[in-house]
């Protein structure tokens, strides 16, 4: 079994162009074979405060942003989307595709001095990756040993081929923890994860809760000759407004997570000074959508579906709402995963008559005020934009006579009214679709994955035996051809069945100082270490 | 003032002890109702962690429930935090992995910092203005400085302080954009000092500005008042010169209205400061209670509501005798 | 962040021990007509506020339609064109009906919740006066605790519990604001309560709350008219702050949420903040000048200019 991302290409051009106006790469980026200079301060930007350090255990966006600085995985991936050594030099898996054995590096050691070891991995990958990740259960539900034959190997045992588990390799998402830190103690709640030891490029220094963390360069790196930045700086700001306004100002030079707010992104990307990037979040691969409460009325009839598909104006919504920082999504899988994105996708075009049409067919006709049904509508709650986005949502369907009240909850709130209680009518929200389809996609259209008071699940209660004979095929085809032949026809199931909207690619980007060089541009780029960077003109 | 001043300590001392204990039962209740409040809002800790996570399993969120201890029943968390908080001991915060008290600790000063300087910075100037407006009352000043000072208290406090951010940080660059500190170069002594002065201006100017209204405002009625009274009008009737008037009788006996508003704004220091702390990215109690409340954080929350029902009491408390001892005329019981 | 309404007052009720009674001349209405005309700041503010009701009340008739319909192109700056005169905000909608609408909202927030307070207020304080004693005790006990609350984070924890809508923000603000008009109402309730004209309708065997209803309260009223319209102001305020954190009721438009959905483009469309923090600026001082007026009006002491 090879991994699936070795023959996999990324259309960037698509991607780009949506992101609307001509992107300025920054100059630097340009003047290949130019000398990192060594030292200096970064200060970047976080929001919200993460819940501790060590993204293995408490993943969160910001989180992973700090703790990729700290912390090594096995591998990584480069601009191509291949996979590049990392703690691992190579791997190579068995013929039947269920033992991969991965070299390490023998010249690493970890921030207290201690030498990293295959133990590491093994405690890592069954005790942490298996028993806390919030996702590691699921993906590497197959693995059932870790053999560590020496202090460089570790053979990965598992019950049956998992091609999926190529696309949780990297350092982003599965972390190689100290076990001579951790193994004994209850992983959680161990102190260190406010102040963690990693074998990363660079070492915590401290954290000065609702205002910075501070790491320092490692010394000791066995990427030789990185990091290029003596210290990072990451301080805490809640408001974009004033975020931007840092950024302006050169107080903070670098934001990978929601930098400035979309109508700002226009402005800052016309500074000659700021630079904005689009690449660096394919990896994760956000993909918006409307879903329905199959469970209540009229939602049943999918005529009722179809006429929401036709009412609301994907392209209006990626150019008003999302400032140009979106695509029409043509179906669940992004256009720029082109290994495994189907063209010719059933599509449901902006088409008021064609709505209203289907909406009398169901039997909903119009009422003396002009409305045929009356639902809510639940926008996600992780920030303003899908706020916006549902007040778009609520205009649009006003025109083909449905009557929608918005419910804006806070994020506890929103995790258990929508994938707890399943108390609304429809709701929308982004999800990863992630490098590979059986991670991001799955979970929205199995009935497996109807998993009460668990966020990002499936929530719409989909449950077509078609859609899941599909699935399953996918989590245990070997033959990549096969296996990609079956995802195609997972999306046009989807759309064919349509229990959700696929309504948007979206596109997340990074802004920072024009000085800056090194910028990782791979796929996490957006999420992964600072090592790469350096600050000259 | 030295015959104003005096009173007899035991008194004091009585009434200090008394209002102790009458003021108790008032944070217990606080603490107590606000316990079981807290836990009707939708969702727990758990919840926001998997929702930061951006998907979990249900394994780990039982698990994360069972480290916070949410699994238990209800009334075995409520006698463990009580007995926790006998101990001054206010638990501990998972969303923050820190001590609740700790974390308050931290943050309170930084709040304290702001606000208190604000005030001082409110009622010097209210009292200017006041002082100001009543003694040239119907005249332009009054008409200007009372106008001035609506205006403050009118606009809403985030939007001055935004305005102030773009103003000064972004267009004429002479001011920070936000934070408390320079963050990079560590100052030391005297320049760490001057750098969170620097950036203490923007905010401390915003909060004043609201401010400054309440204090123009008392201290111009309260002189108006007072300019009316029988002993002011026997000083001008002795053709006493107006200026020592205002000073010596009129403005010492203004003192109490303003001193009872401070002890009461003292009091509120906490909810000025959610807005100002988001604005400007102030690392304070404001906002670390307002973020408790959408990360389910009940121990922190908790705490800072009852750290800052404390400092209501206290600052009350002290505000009375304060009062008690410049008004001969009210009786300390 | 709620101004206490009793700054507003020359005799700043002390917060522990009951006001001495002063002598104060009874209040007839006819002069309180006559003074309440020829106060400047009592007539300036209610004509503000008179424009304020009259956009509210007749906003579907002068401009009949749904304020969130996206109407035009995004972003056209006010004064550029004339058929959208305020210019739209970021989603096409006109600003200008905006405003007219959400003066509807912002004043109904203010008013009920200010109502609420001052109901409770009410109830709390005469009883808490009049009777005294235990109860007294008792509701002062419970006022202090909800007094003690840092206000804006307890109308926050309100507002999340209930999730955010006009009902929860008002209830919120409601719950937090009525302390200071129970302390008021007490402290006149005190005073009252050893009148010669209560103590006659004791003699003459009417009920404790016939007398609270009539001969209490009415006489209490005048510190308490005047700490509702500042109770107003303060509403408003806080219902542009909870909007501005992102807690406002997203099926209404009021003042704070076309601030709060215009917050993140203060740099480019700073009118969008602006405009709605223009008519809240002006709404708050017309109430604050009313609320002055009516003291000095209400107050005998301080002489009309």
Same mark, same amino acid.
């Given at each position: 079994?090879?991994?699936?991302?070795?023959?996999?290409?990324?259309?960037?051009?698509?991607?780009?162009?949506?992101?609307?106006?001509?992107?300025?790469?920054?100059?630097?980026?340009?003047? =290949?074979?130019?000398?990192?200079?060594?030292?200096?301060?970064?200060?970047? @930007?976080?929001?919200?405060?993460?819940?501790?350090?060590?993204?293995?255990?408490?993943?969160?966006?910001?989180?992973?942003?700090?703790?990729?600085?700290?912390?090594?995985?096995?591998?990584?991936?480069?601009?191509?989307?291949?996979?590049?050594?990392?703690?691992?030099?190579?791997?190579?898996?068995?013929?039947?595709?269920?033992?991969?054995?991965?070299?390490?590096?023998?010249?690493?050691?970890?921030?207290?001095?201690?030498?990293?070891?295959?133990?590491?991995?093994?405690?890592?990958?069954?005790?942490?990756?298996?028993?806390?990740?919030?996702?590691?259960?699921?993906?590497?539900?197959?693995?059932?040993?870790?053999?560590?034959?020496?202090?460089?190997?570790?053979?990965?045992?598992?019950?049956?081929?998992?091609?999926?588990?190529?696309?949780?390799?990297?350092?982003?998402?599965?972390?190689?923890?100290?076990?001579?830190?951790?193994?004994?103690?209850?992983?959680?709640?161990?102190?260190?994860?406010? #102040?963690?030891?990693?074998?990363?490029?660079?070492?915590?220094?401290? /954290?000065?809760?609702?205002?910075?963390?501070?790491?320092?360069?490692?010394?000791?790196?066995?990427? #030789?000759?990185?990091?290029?930045?003596?210290?990072?700086?990451?301080?805490?700001?809640?408001?974009?407004?004033?975020?931007?306004?840092?950024?302006?100002?050169?107080?903070?030079?670098?934001?990978?997570?929601?930098?400035?707010?979309?109508?700002?992104?226009?402005?800052?990307?016309?500074?000659?000074?700021?630079?904005?990037?689009?690449?660096?979040?394919?990896?994760?691969?956000?993909?918006?959508?409307?879903?329905?409460?199959?469970? !209540?009325?009229?939602?049943?009839?999918?005529?009722?579906?179809?006429?929401?598909?036709?009412? *609301?104006?994907?392209?209006?919504?990626?150019?008003?709402?999302?400032?140009?920082?979106?695509?029409?999504?043509?179906?669940?899988?992004?256009?720029?995963?082109?290994?495994?994105?189907?063209?010719?996708?059933?599509?449901?075009?902006?088409?008021?008559?064609?709505?209203?049409?289907?909406?009398?067919?169901?039997?909903?006709?119009?009422?003396?005020?002009?409305? !045929?049904?009356?639902?809510?509508?639940?926008? %996600?709650?992780?920030?303003?934009?899908?706020?916006?986005?549902?007040?778009?949502?609520?205009?649009?369907?006003?025109?083909?006579?449905?009557?929608?009240?918005?419910?804006?909850?806070?994020?506890?709130?929103?995790?258990?009214?929508?994938?707890?209680?399943?108390?609304?009518?429809?709701?929308?929200?982004?999800?990863? =679709?992630?490098?590979?389809?059986?991670?991001?996609?799955?979970?929205?259209?199995?009935?497996?994955?109807?998993?009460?008071?668990?966020?990002?699940?499936?929530?719409?209660?989909?449950?077509?035996?078609?859609?899941?004979?599909?699935?399953?095929?996918?989590?245990?085809?070997?033959?990549?051809?096969?296996?990609?032949?079956?995802?195609?026809?997972?999306?046009?199931?989807?759309?064919?069945?349509?229990?959700?909207?696929?309504?948007?690619?979206?596109?997340?980007?990074?802004?920072? %100082?024009?000085?800056?060089?090194?910028?990782?541009?791979?796929?996490?780029?957006?999420?992964?270490?600072?090592?790469?960077?350096?600050?000259?003109? | 003032?030295?015959?104003?001043?005096?009173?007899?300590?035991?008194?004091?001392?009585?009434?200090?002890?008394?209002?102790?204990?009458?003021?108790?039962?008032?944070?217990?209740?606080?603490?107590?109702?606000?316990?079981?409040?807290?836990?009707?809002?939708?969702?727990?800790?758990?919840? @926001?962690?998997?929702?930061?996570?951006?998907?979990?399993?249900?394994?780990?969120?039982?698990?994360?429930?069972?480290?916070?201890?949410?699994?238990?029943?209800?009334?075995?968390?409520?006698?463990?935090?009580?007995?926790?908080?006998?101990?001054?001991?206010?638990?501990? %915060?998972?969303?923050?992995?820190?001590?609740?008290?700790?974390?308050?600790?931290?943050?309170?000063?930084?709040?304290?910092?702001?606000?208190?300087?604000?005030?001082?910075?409110?009622?010097? $100037?209210?009292?200017?203005?006041?002082?100001?407006?009543?003694? /040239?009352?119907?005249?332009?000043?009054?008409?200007?400085?009372?106008?001035?000072?609506?205006?403050?208290?009118?606009?809403?406090?985030?939007?001055?302080? $935004?305005?102030?951010?773009?103003?000064?940080?972004?267009?004429?660059? /002479?001011?920070?954009?936000?934070?408390?500190?320079?963050?990079?170069?560590?100052?030391?002594?005297?320049?760490?000092?001057?750098?969170?002065?620097?950036?203490?201006?923007?905010?401390?100017?915003?909060? =004043?500005?609201?401010?400054?209204?309440?204090?123009?405002?008392?201290?111009?009625?309260?002189?108006?008042?007072?300019?009316?009274?029988?002993?002011?009008?026997?000083?001008?009737?002795?053709?006493?010169?107006?200026?020592?008037?205002?000073?010596?009788?009129?403005?010492?006996?203004?003192?109490?209205?303003?001193?009872?508003?401070?002890?009461?704004?003292?009091?509120?220091?906490?909810?000025?400061?959610?807005?100002?702390?988001?604005?400007?990215?102030?690392?304070?109690?404001?906002?670390?209670?307002?973020?408790?409340?959408?990360?389910?954080?009940?121990?922190?929350?908790?705490?800072?509501?009852?750290?800052?029902?404390? $400092?209501?009491?206290?600052?009350?408390?002290?505000?009375?005798?304060?009062?008690?001892?410049?008004?001969?005329?009210?009786?300390?019981? | 962040?709620?101004?206490?309404?009793?700054?507003?007052?020359?005799?700043?009720?002390?917060?522990?021990?009951?006001?001495?009674?002063?002598?104060?001349?009874?209040?007839?209405?006819?002069?309180?007509?006559?003074?309440?005309?020829?106060?400047?700041?009592?007539?300036?503010?209610?004509?503000?506020?008179?424009?304020?009701?009259?956009?509210?009340?007749?906003?579907?008739?002068?401009?009949?339609?749904?304020? $969130?319909?996206?109407?035009?192109?995004?972003?056209?700056?006010?004064?550029?064109?004339?058929?959208?005169?305020?210019?739209?905000?970021?989603?096409?909608?006109?600003?200008?009906?905006?405003?007219?609408?959400?003066?509807?909202?912002?004043?109904?927030?203010?008013?009920?919740?200010?109502?609420?307070?001052?109901?409770?207020?009410?109830?709390?304080?005469?009883?808490?006066?009049?009777?005294?004693?235990?109860?007294?005790?008792?509701?002062?006990?419970?006022?202090?605790?909800?007094?003690?609350?840092?206000? *804006?984070?307890?109308?926050?924890?309100?507002?999340?519990?209930?999730?955010?809508?006009?009902?929860?923000?008002?209830?919120?603000?409601?719950?937090?604001?009525?302390?200071?008009?129970?302390?008021?109402?007490?402290?006149?309730?005190?005073? *009252?309560?050893?009148?010669?004209?209560?103590?006659?309708?004791?003699?003459?065997?009417?009920?404790?709350?016939?007398?609270?209803?009539?001969?209490?309260?009415?006489?209490?009223?005048?510190?308490?008219?005047?700490?509702?319209?500042?109770?107003?102001?303060?509403?408003?305020?806080?219902?542009?702050?909870?909007?501005?954190?992102?807690?406002?009721?997203?099926?209404?438009?009021?003042?704070?949420?076309?601030?709060?959905?215009?917050?993140?483009?203060?740099?480019?469309?700073?009118?969008?903040?602006?405009?709605?923090?223009?008519?809240?600026?002006?709404? @708050?001082?017309?109430?604050?000048?009313?609320?002055?007026?009516?003291?000095?009006?209400?107050?005998?002491?301080?002489?009309?200019?």
């Amino acid at each position: 079994m090879t991994s699936p991302f070795e023959t996999l290409t990324l259309s960037r051009r698509t991607l780009l162009a949506g992101a609307g106006a001509s992107l300025l790469l920054p100059a630097a980026a340009r003047r =290949a074979g130019a000398a990192p200079a060594t030292g200096g301060t970064l200060v970047a @930007v976080l929001d919200p405060e993460p819940a501790g350090l060590v993204a293995g255990l408490t993943i969160s966006a910001p989180a992973v942003a700090v703790s990729a600085n700290i912390f090594d995985g096995l591998v990584e991936y480069d601009e191509g989307f291949k996979l590049k050594p990392s703690l691992a030099t190579s791997w190579e898996t068995s013929a039947d595709g269920t033992v991969i054995t991965f070299r390490l590096r023998n010249d690493v050691t970890w921030h207290d001095g201690t030498p990293f070891t295959s133990a590491d991995v093994a405690y890592s990958l069954l005790e942490v990756t298996k028993k806390v990740h919030p996702r590691g259960n699921a993906v590497f539900a197959n693995l059932t040993a870790v053999d560590t034959p020496d202090p460089y190997t570790a053979v990965l045992r598992f019950s049956r081929p998992s091609p999926v588990v190529w696309a949780a390799f990297n350092g982003t998402e599965t972390q190689i923890l100290p076990k001579h830190l951790y193994e004994g103690t209850n992983p959680l709640t161990n102190p260190l994860n406010g #102040k963690p030891i990693g074998t990363g490029a660079f070492v915590f220094k401290e /954290w000065v809760k609702g205002e910075r963390i501070v790491l320092e360069r490692n010394p000791n790196y066995w990427d #030789k000759g990185r990091p290029y930045l003596d210290r990072v700086v990451f301080r805490i700001i809640r408001d974009p407004a004033s975020r931007a306004a840092a950024l302006e100002t050169g107080e903070a030079q670098y934001i990978p997570l929601n930098p400035v707010p979309l109508s700002d992104v226009a402005r800052i990307k016309a500074s000659k000074d700021l630079v904005v990037e689009t690449r660096g979040f394919e990896g994760p691969a956000p993909m918006y959508f409307f879903d329905f409460n199959l469970r !209540r009325e009229p939602f049943g009839d999918i005529r009722v579906r179809q006429a929401f598909a036709h009412a *609301l104006n994907r392209k209006a919504l990626a150019e008003t709402v999302f400032y140009g920082l979106a695509k029409p999504a043509a179906g669940p899988v992004p256009s720029y995963q082109t290994q495994f994105f189907a063209t010719d996708l059933p599509q449901y075009d902006y088409n008021i008559a064609k709505a209203e049409a289907l909406l009398d067919a169901a039997g909903l006709k119009k009422g003396a005020d002009g409305v !045929r049904l009356r639902i809510d509508h639940i926008p %996600s709650a992780y920030g303003e934009d899908y706020r916006r986005a549902g007040e778009y949502f609520k205009q649009a369907l006003k025109r083909i006579g449905v009557e929608v009240t918005l419910r804006n909850y806070d994020l506890p709130t929103y995790i258990k009214v929508v994938f707890t209680e399943y108390d609304f009518d429809t709701h929308s929200a982004w999800y990863s =679709a992630y490098p590979d389809p059986q991670i991001g996609v799955q979970r929205r259209y199995w009935s497996q994955a109807i998993k009460k008071g668990t966020p990002s699940s499936n929530a719409s209660g989909i449950a077509d035996p078609e859609i899941d004979a599909v699935i399953e095929r996918i989590q245990t085809e070997g033959n990549v051809e096969k296996r990609n032949a079956d995802i195609r026809e997972l999306q046009r199931l989807a759309q064919v069945k349509l229990p959700s909207v696929n309504l948007l690619e979206l596109t997340f980007y990074r802004a920072y %100082s024009a000085k800056l060089s090194g910028i990782d541009l791979a796929p996490f780029g957006g999420y992964q270490s600072l090592k790469t960077v350096w600050v000259g003109a | 003032m030295a015959r104003a001043l005096q009173l007899p300590e035991g008194r004091v001392l009585r009434y200090l002890g008394l209002r102790v204990v009458q003021v108790v039962p008032t944070i217990l209740a606080i603490v107590v109702l606000n316990f079981f409040f807290l836990r009707l809002a939708p969702g727990d800790l758990a919840e @926001v962690m998997a929702g930061e996570a951006g998907s979990a399993t249900p394994e780990y969120m039982a698990m994360l429930r069972q480290q916070f201890g949410l699994d238990e029943p209800l009334a075995i968390q409520f006698f463990k935090y009580m007995g926790q908080l006998f101990q001054l001991n206010l638990g501990y %915060s998972f969303r923050n992995s820190m001590p609740v008290l700790d974390l308050i600790l931290t943050r309170a000063p930084n709040t304290a910092l702001l606000m208190l300087s604000s005030l001082v910075l409110a009622v010097a $100037l209210g009292i200017l203005f006041g002082a100001i407006s009543a003694q /040239w009352r119907g005249r332009w000043p009054d008409g200007v400085l009372s106008a001035f000072s609506t205006i403050g208290f009118a606009t809403p406090l985030f939007w001055v302080g $935004l305005m102030l951010i773009v103003l000064f940080s972004v267009e004429l660059r /002479w001011l920070p954009a936000g934070g408390m500190r320079d963050l990079q170069q560590v100052h030391t002594g005297l320049a760490a000092v001057g750098d969170v002065a620097l950036h203490m201006v923007l905010p401390v100017l915003s909060l =004043a500005f609201f401010y400054i209204a309440i204090y123009t405002r008392l201290t111009r009625s309260a002189m108006l008042e007072v300019q009316e009274l029988d002993f002011v009008r026997t000083a001008r009737a002795k053709g006493i010169a107006p200026l020592p008037i205002a000073v010596r009788h009129v403005l010492r006996n203004a003192l109490l209205p303003i001193v009872t508003m401070t002890g009461l704004q003292l009091g509120t220091l906490l909810s000025g400061s959610v807005v100002i702390e988001t604005v400007f990215a102030w690392p304070g109690m404001g906002r670390l209670a307002f973020d408790a409340v959408f990360q389910r954080d009940i121990n922190l929350l908790l705490g800072v509501l009852f750290f800052s029902s404390f $400092l209501v009491i206290v600052s009350n408390l002290a505000t009375d005798l304060v009062y008690a001892l410049l008004d001969p005329r009210i009786d300390v019981r | 962040m709620s101004l206490d309404a009793t700054d507003i007052l020359p005799r700043a009720a002390a917060p522990s021990a009951p006001a001495a009674p002063k002598p104060r001349r009874a209040v007839r209405t006819s002069s309180f007509g006559y003074r309440f005309l020829r106060s400047r700041t009592a007539l300036a503010g209610s004509i503000g506020l008179a424009l304020v009701a009259g956009a509210a009340l007749f906003a579907a008739q002068i401009f009949p339609g749904d304020p $969130l319909d996206m109407v035009a192109r995004p972003f056209i700056w006010p004064f550029t064109s004339a058929e959208y005169p305020l210019g739209t905000d970021m989603l096409g909608r006109d600003i200008l009906v905006g405003l007219v609408y959400a003066a509807r909202v912002s004043l109904a927030v203010g008013l009920a919740a200010a109502g609420l307070a001052v109901a409770l207020g009410v109830v709390f304080g005469a009883l808490s006066g009049y009777f005294g004693g235990w109860v007294d005790q008792v509701l002062t006990r419970i006022t202090e605790v909800f007094q003690t609350m840092p206000p *804006l984070v307890f109308v926050v924890v309100v507002v999340a519990i209930l999730t955010p809508s006009v009902s929860s923000i008002v209830l919120g603000i409601a719950v937090t604001s009525w302390p200071q008009v129970a302390r008021l109402v007490r402290a006149e309730a005190l005073r *009252l309560r050893d009148a010669e004209f209560v103590q006659a309708a004791r003699v003459m065997g009417m009920g404790h709350f016939r007398i609270i209803l009539t001969h209490i309260l009415p006489n209490a009223i005048s510190p308490v008219v005047v700490a509702g319209s500042i109770l107003v102001a303060s509403a408003i305020l806080t219902e542009a702050a909870l909007s501005f954190l992102g807690l406002g009721d997203p099926n209404l438009i009021s003042w704070g949420s076309m601030i709060g959905s215009g917050r993140e483009v203060l740099r480019t469309a700073w009118y969008m903040t602006a405009l709605p923090g223009l008519a809240i600026s002006l709404t @708050v001082m017309a109430l604050n000048l009313l609320g002055n007026g009516l003291n000095d009006v209400l107050n005998p002491r301080v002489s009309l200019t």
